[in-house]
């Protein structure tokens, strides 16, 4: 039988491993009974309180009971909208001014931050929630109502305004997305995750809903780790982390570091990435230190259900190479649309833009940005189809792999020719000594400006560039950091590099 609702996942997994841990942390964990049980028990207590069909917020500390409230909040028909401690409280308040929810789900820390906010909604406790009795018949009442195009997750992500964007995603898209990465990466009732990224970000569904679906288990990585390769590998050893799905500075900086001559990961055996270009060069030092691991380069938007596309790292780059995107996942198409939408011939750039189930819902409680990225699908006349246009450029090599080029803001027009920035940071981070690179561009000025972190002088920079790059692509100005700004969800912040440089030029 077809499946339709994403909590089969956890209904078929259940009676097969019930007393085997599905989400832990450093100190303790749910085995996956607990996680039924207590989700059941939230799903019955907000259908008793008469929410449904409607924004559930989930505000709490990332712990596998939250984990178990986005469950929850699924069985009662909802759909749940994550929103961590850390996020600044502006953001809380605009995503709040968006949902207007008539519900909160806290934990015992959360529930004193929501009192900051203009809040007028009811304040549930989990630890109140999961110890109410479940209501079977009127589980199964919702269950018999659900479809599979219903939303199960608002998740935000931010604008080039800066202003939140909900993006809202249904079963059948989780579910697609879920049963390919599966495929894919190979997942299975041994797998063992590391989560990297918090979880009120869609990337966490790979660890999360795989968990659910195959019967492994999830460690939920302290985030301050991230900061002490050496003890992140260690926590990698001592949980037996076997699968992780990061972003790529996550895997940088403990390669950039030097991290493997003193620890290596003892049972990895499968490295997912996305998020950016990988440097070759730190790329071959995993693949030397993990000669039998299988390395898959991800490839997606939010709006996309994650990942749309995979490329699986056989062969060998040189460095100034990048990984291909590959192709999409079954079920997917990739259009590559060139500005006067049409198909980009091979070798010819383009916009990539998503085709398939796995394009989500929309913007919750915003048209107007949901008509401009949610279109038609130019090459069809004949009936309604939506397409996700991505504003990612990408092209085809002589292989027929698609990779990515850049974000179309990132291309820019200097000197008279078009550039694409990250060209630059691949050359930048090509030289021995570096870290990371990160360039942007001052419109007004019309100048590329390098930030770098590494060993080598600005004036040693500029020689190496000079050998590497035509003129036109030299950054006009180069700053030497002592760490790359990150986002929460551990991409370089780019958006903050340029607002200190505005800054300090404006001084």
Known sequence: MQQTNILEYLERTVPRVPDKVAYANESMGLTFSEVYHRARAIGSFLGRHGLYREPVVVFMQKHPNMVVSFYGVVYSGCSYVPIDEEMPKHRIELIFQNLKPRAIICDDVTKEMVKEFQYPGDVYLYEEMIAEPVDEDKLAEIRRKALDIDPIYIVFTSGSTGVPKGVAACHRSVIDYIDNLGDVLGFNEDSVFGNQTPLYFDACLKELYSTMKFGGTTYLIPKNLFMFPVKLVEFLNEYKINTICWVVSALTMISAFKTFDKVKPQYLHTIAFGSEVFPIKQFHIWRETLPDAKF????????????????????????????????????????????????????????????????????????????????????????????????????????????????????????????????????VNMKDGIKSACCIFDDDKKKIVLYYVGEVSPADMVRYLKEKLPRYMIPNAIEVLPSMPLTPNGKINRVLLKQNYMNKKEK
């Open 296 to 427: 898959v380069n991800l490839y997606g938007p939010t709006e996309g259900t994650g990942m749309c596309c995979y490329y699986k790292v056989e062969r060998e780059f040189s460095l100034d190479e990048t990984i291909p995107i590959g192709g999409p996942f079954r079920n997917t198409e990739i259009l590559l649309l060139t500005e006067q939408d049409q198909l980009a011939k091979p070798g010819e750039p383009g916009e990539i833009c998503i085709r398939g189930t796995g394009v989500t819902l929309g913007y919750y409680h915003n048209p107007e940005k949901t008509r401009e990225s949610f279109v038609q699908n130019p090459l069809n006349d004949a009936y309604p189809e939506i397409i996700y246009r991505t504003g990612d450029l990408g092209k085809y090599n002589e292989r027929g792999e698609l990779c990515f080029l850049s974000r179309k803001d990132y291309q820019i027009k200097h000197m008279g020719h078009r550039i694409e920035l990250g060209e630059i940071e691949v050359v």
